[in-house]
């Protein structure tokens, strides 16, 4: 088992920046791939970013490309979200995966996302 707690979300205004973490324990040496997904109101759940965890490959959606960043730490259980240049379309709950090599996938509680001026 693999638990995951976010953290960083929060109020802010268009064009400002935001840094969510999120950190895992118990049975991180299963985990193959990490990422962000985000679920606005009325919407469906949609990936952010995803990293490869031994090699560091990076994918994103389009709509944050140039934007966002996604990293992790050299201990390879904690997975960032660097959110630059905010918009009001990205107001959403925000929530970690981890996925190991079996395909089971561990999901983060979410945290609030609200781009407003």
Not at 14 to 41: D, E
Request: aromatic residues 10%; hydrophobic residues 35%; positive net charge.
């Amino acid at each position: 088992q693999v638990q995951l707690v976010e953290s960083g979300g929060g109020l802010v205004q268009p064009g400002g920046s935001l840094r969510l973490a999120c950190t895992a324990s118990g049975s991180i040496y299963s985990i193959v791939m990490m990422g962000w997904y985000r679920q606005a109101p009325g919407k469906e759940r949609d990936l952010v970013a995803t990293i490869i965890r031994v090699t560091g490959s990076t994918n994103y959606a389009n709509s944050v490309k140039g934007r966002f960043t996604i990293s992790r730490d050299n201990a390879k259980t904690t997975v960032y979200l660097q959110m630059n240049s905010l918009k009001p379309e990205d107001t959403a709950v925000y929530y970690c995966m981890f996925r190991s090599s079996i395909g089971t996938e561990y999901w983060g509680q979410g945290t609030q996302v609200t781009v407003s001026s």
